[in-house]
């Protein structure tokens, strides 16, 4: 096991250089995991830096989600997610609670997962969650600016999960098994100012941890995102020009036995006066994918206090509760 102690609780989010990482200098590549390592046991986020993703093409992003949300509600709901059995499209505000027994989250949103057809086994079979999009006829080429954007988040995913594994002391290529075709989900999302009349405790995204193992949220300059550090303090993770913020997710946990953290965060729109967007990406493993505790997270004869799961299995679970889908 590594030894490392956080020194004190976060006041910043660290942000991660990842060029060296793409060296064939394993020497680098170390050096890389181990500052992932080190905010992985901290508050379980960090920001990258130079990952290769085009700056056009994460602004496109957001201009994608400006265009989508700015459209007539109509035409919103002609793709809404209530209408689909996998809970892909049109998110109306309200329709998610993050924090268990607050208000409803004050966000808008569009979801996209993998893409199955009726043929596909997994939908054949009723497998939660999946199943096929619902693209949106408007903003033009909404389909092929998505899944442009969505092969660079495969690319930084796979490459950062061979980090992680680096991290854990574990060969780069220890979930290769996992990713060849990995379970996603991204969504866009829309942040108004929250509005004078919300209901205590009402925000943009209400405290939550993620389900799976690592989010890769791409976000605008109007800021509100907070994480809950060590001391249980809420700290600022502001946008910072041309990187992504990395997040670790619940099944983080369970590899890890607890050594990385998958902590809390919300979103609040209070100061900024304009809408925020923001495009969560949400990779794993694929759905059948067995998450369970790296040899390398546990002393010699010991037993993981985390009980081992599957990753799609946890993520439809979660679903079903944050959307009062619960049967
Ligand atoms: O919009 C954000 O900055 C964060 C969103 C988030 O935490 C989530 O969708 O899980
Ligand atoms: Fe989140």
């Keep these: 096991m590594i030894v490392y102690t956080p020194p004190k609780p976060a006041t910043t989010i660290p942000v991660i250089d990842l060029a060296p990482s793409f060296s064939d200098d394993p020497a680098l590549k170390r050096a890389v995991a181990w500052e992932i390592h080190k905010s992985a046991r901290d508050t379980g986020f960090f920001y990258i830096a130079n990952?290769?993703?085009?700056?056009?093409?994460?602004?496109?992003?957001?201009?994608?989600?400006?265009?989508?949300?700015?459209?007539?509600l109509a035409e919103k709901l002609a793709v809404?997610?209530?209408?689909?059995?996998?809970m892909r499209g049109y998110e109306v505000p309200g329709i998610q609670t993050l924090d268990d027994g607050s208000p409803p989250d004050l966000k808008e949103g569009f979801l996209i997962g993998c893409d199955l057809d009726d043929?596909?086994?997994?939908?054949?079979?009723?497998?939660?969650?999946?199943?096929?999009?619902?693209?949106?006829?408007?903003?033009?080429?909404?389909?092929?600016?998505?899944?442009?954007?969505?092969?660079?988040?495969?690319?930084?995913?796979?490459?950062?999960?061979?980090?992680?594994?680096?991290?854990?002391?574990?060969?780069?290529?220890?979930?290769?098994?996992?990713?060849?075709?990995?379970?996603?989900?991204?969504?866009?999302?829309?942040?108004?100012?929250?509005?004078?009349?919300?209901?205590?405790?009402?925000?943009?995204?209400?405290?939550?941890?993620?389900?799976?193992?690592?989010?890769?949220?791409?976000?605008?300059?109007?800021?509100?995102?907070?994480?809950?550090?060590?001391?249980g303090e809420w700290i600022a993770a502001p946008a910072i020009p041309g990187t992504f913020v990395i997040n670790l997710?619940?099944?983080?946990?369970?590899?890890?036995?607890?050594?990385?953290?998958?902590?809390?965060?919300?979103?609040?729109?209070?100061?900024?006066?304009?809408?925020?967007?923001s495009v969560p990406t949400f990779f794993d493993p694929n759905y059948f994918y067995e998450v369970r505790c790296a040899p390398t997270c546990l002393p010699a004869g010991g037993k993981?206090?985390?009980?081992?799961?599957?990753?799609?299995?946890?993520i439809a679970e979660m679903y079903r509760k944050t959307y009062g889908l619960a049967a």
């Excluded at 990952?51 to 007539?72: I, K, N, T, W, Y």
């Excluded at 809404?80 to 996998?86: L, T, Y």
């Excluded at 796979?158 to 996603?184: K, N, Q, V, W």
């Excluded at 619940?250 to 925020?276: K, Q």
Aim: include cysteine.
């Design 119 to 231: 043929d596909h086994p997994y939908v054949r079979d009723g497998v939660p969650n999946c199943g096929a999009n619902q693209w949106p006829s408007k903003p033009d080429g909404f389909r092929r600016r998505y899944e442009a954007y969505m092969d660079e988040m495969f690319r930084v995913g796979r490459h950062l999960m061979g980090l992680i594994a680096l991290s854990l002391d574990l060969p780069e290529t220890y979930f290769a098994d996992g990713l060849a075709e990995p379970l996603f989900n991204s969504r866009l999302l829309r942040y108004a100012p929250q509005p004078e009349t919300a209901a205590f405790n009402q925000i943009g995204a209400g405290a939550h941890t993620d389900w799976g193992m690592i989010t890769i949220l791409l976000q605008d300059d109007v800021g509100g995102l907070e994480v809950e550090n060590a001391a």
């Design 304 to 314: 993981p206090d985390f009980q081992e799961t599957t990753v799609g299995g946890h």
């Design 80 to 86: 809404d997610a209530r209408k689909s059995a996998c």
């Design 249 to 277: 997710g619940e099944m983080v946990r369970v590899l890890t036995n607890g050594l990385y953290h998958a902590n809390m965060h919300r979103v609040l729109n209070n100061h900024s006066g304009r809408d925020r967007f």
């Design 51 to 72: 990952h290769g993703v085009a700056q056009e093409l994460m602004d496109g992003q957001l201009a994608l989600a400006r265009d989508f949300f700015s459209l007539p």
